[in-house]
Each structure stands twice: as C-alpha cells, then as structure tokens.
C-alpha cells in the first residue's frame, strides 16, 4: 500500500516528546504483519500490538517531520514521496527496474516513481542483525530497532536528493556525482537526523551502535572493485560526521568529491 507525505506530522512529533523514541523488543513484527508481543515506550503512538509496517511508518512520519521544515526554511518546497512497505507475498510495485523482482529482501529509493519501498522482510532481518552482504569482521554491537530507522532515513534522504536536483529522475538524465558518493551522503543525512532524535532525548544508550552494526553489515567489501556503496568502515564514518555535527551542510563534500 502506497500513502503519501504532504506535510509535517506536528501530532507524531508531539507525542515523540512525550513518550521517548522507544524500548528494545523482544522481537518485531514478522513479514507476515503478525503483531508484535511487546509493548515499546512510544505505545501512546503505537498500539501494543503493532505491526512492522506500523513501526515503519512511524519512523518515516519522523524523518519526513524533521525534513520539512528545513527544507522549506531553505526556501525549497516541503519534500514529499511516496512509499511502500510490502510483507510476505505481496508483490513490489515501483517503475524502476530491479534486478531481482522477486527477492523478499529489498531496500531502495525509485526516483522514477519517487517512492521509497522496503520489504517487511529485509526490515526483519535488520532488526535482528542477521542481514550481510561482505566479508568484513562481524562487530560487537547488536542490531535492534534503530537498524531499521538507519534504513528508513538513508532511503529518505534519497529523495531529498532527487529534490535538491542530485539524482536523476528519468533514464535519459546523468547522475551529477558518483552512486558511491550519494550513497555516502545519504549516510551523513541519516546521521544529521539521529542527531535530532537524540536533541530531543530519545536516543537509547545502544541505538548509535545499533546503527554501527548495521553499517558493518551491509556496507561493501573492501576488496570489491567499483563499489556503488561505501565500504562499512566509509559508511560509518559518513554516519557518525552528520551525527556528530547535526547540520546537512556537513555532508556536502561527499556530493563534490568524485569517491
């Protein structure tokens, strides 16, 4: 099911607050939607038995609320996209092409269709760190929920990009940088949003190295030639400069550096 994002989510906003952002489950929801058995700190926003197309809704809401305002303070028009959670079985609707249609496991921004998608599966399997795509050495973090609000804010500052004139939108325009050096901006504006969530006391204590987990995991081996992504140890340092500083301008030279 598509929805879409025209405006800032005061409501989501208010009650994240209020409640914190959240406590670590036993386990998520399944890809088959079934409810959750724990009941997280942000229950007032959730209910107790939400699904992970739940969760991932609501942390999108939050990407989207703490974008739109800098965006259109900027003086650019507030962002809006679409997206799409499917679960088991459901089939992945989007107008870019995608190597494997049929995997389960899919986490991606189509600019062509300005749709954010990521399978209910693939956000199980971050959640529970068992999702690897190198070679490198495991870390000694967990994975947990904020694994999947990495995911969730990378492919929404995708779309930022593809607003800010950054990635093409049709077949027939060329990128104005490298796949590697979006992807790495993408990161440091992940971290300018965990930044917020952590101004506003939200963060727990192992949602940073949850995400440094995650970027372990699914960064690109270092041995891999033309790699379209960072390698783990790039990613986590892109992460950790739009952290650590909390303004988008910091990410900057990653768009003006051909990596």
């Given at each position: 099911m598509s929805k879409r994002l025209t405006r800032v989510f005061i409501t989501t906003v208010l009650l994240l607050l209020l409640t914190g952002w959240s406590s670590a489950p036993n386990q998520p929801a399944n890809a088959q939607g079934q409810p959750a058995a724990f009941s997280p700190a942000f229950k007032t926003e959730l209910p107790v038995d939400y699904t992970m197309d739940d969760y991932l809704a609501y942390v999108l809401n939050d990407v989207h609320a703490y974008w739109s305002p800098l965006m259109t303070g900027d003086g650019y028009p507030a962002p809006a996209v679409t997206y799409s959670f499917p679960g088991a079985d459901e089939p992945i609707v989007t107008d870019c092409a995608l190597p494997a249609p049929n995997d389960p496991l899919q986490a991606f921004y189509?600019?062509?269709?300005?749709?954010?998608?990521i399978t209910q599966e693939m956000a199980l399997q971050l959640w529970n760190g068992t999702y690897k795509i190198n070679y490198e050495p495991p870390?000694?973090?967990?994975?947990?929920?904020?694994?999947?609000?990495?995911?969730?804010?990378?492919e929404y500052a995708h779309n930022l990009q593809t607003e800010?004139?950054?990635l093409?939108?049709?077949?027939?325009?060329?990128?104005?940088?490298t796949s590697r050096s979006t992807e790495l901006n993408a990161d440091c504006l992940t971290g300018v949003w965990a930044n917020s969530v952590y101004a506003r006391g939200l963060l727990e204590t192992t949602d940073i190295q949850e995400v440094m987990r995650t970027?372990?995991?699914i960064g690109e081996d270092s041995s891999k030639l033309n790699k379209t992504h960072g390698t783990p140890k790039e990613r986590t340092d892109a992460?950790?400069?739009?952290?650590?500083s909390g303004s988008a301008p910091s990410c900057d030279p990653y768009l003006n550096t051909p990596y």
């Amino acid at each position: 099911m598509s929805k879409r994002l025209t405006r800032v989510f005061i409501t989501t906003v208010l009650l994240l607050l209020l409640t914190g952002w959240s406590s670590a489950p036993n386990q998520p929801a399944n890809a088959q939607g079934q409810p959750a058995a724990f009941s997280p700190a942000f229950k007032t926003e959730l209910p107790v038995d939400y699904t992970m197309d739940d969760y991932l809704a609501y942390v999108l809401n939050d990407v989207h609320a703490y974008w739109s305002p800098l965006m259109t303070g900027d003086g650019y028009p507030a962002p809006a996209v679409t997206y799409s959670f499917p679960g088991a079985d459901e089939p992945i609707v989007t107008d870019c092409a995608l190597p494997a249609p049929n995997d389960p496991l899919q986490a991606f921004y189509c600019g062509a269709d300005d749709q954010i998608v990521i399978t209910q599966e693939m956000a199980l399997q971050l959640w529970n760190g068992t999702y690897k795509i190198n070679y490198e050495p495991p870390v000694e973090y967990d994975a947990g929920d904020f694994s999947v609000a990495f995911v969730v804010a990378h492919e929404y500052a995708h779309n930022l990009q593809t607003e800010l004139g950054w990635l093409p939108v049709t077949g027939d325009q060329k990128p104005i940088t490298t796949s590697r050096s979006t992807e790495l901006n993408a990161d440091c504006l992940t971290g300018v949003w965990a930044n917020s969530v952590y101004a506003r006391g939200l963060l727990e204590t192992t949602d940073i190295q949850e995400v440094m987990r995650t970027l372990a995991d699914i960064g690109e081996d270092s041995s891999k030639l033309n790699k379209t992504h960072g390698t783990p140890k790039e990613r986590t340092d892109a992460f950790l400069l739009g952290y650590n500083s909390g303004s988008a301008p910091s990410c900057d030279p990653y768009l003006n550096t051909p990596y």
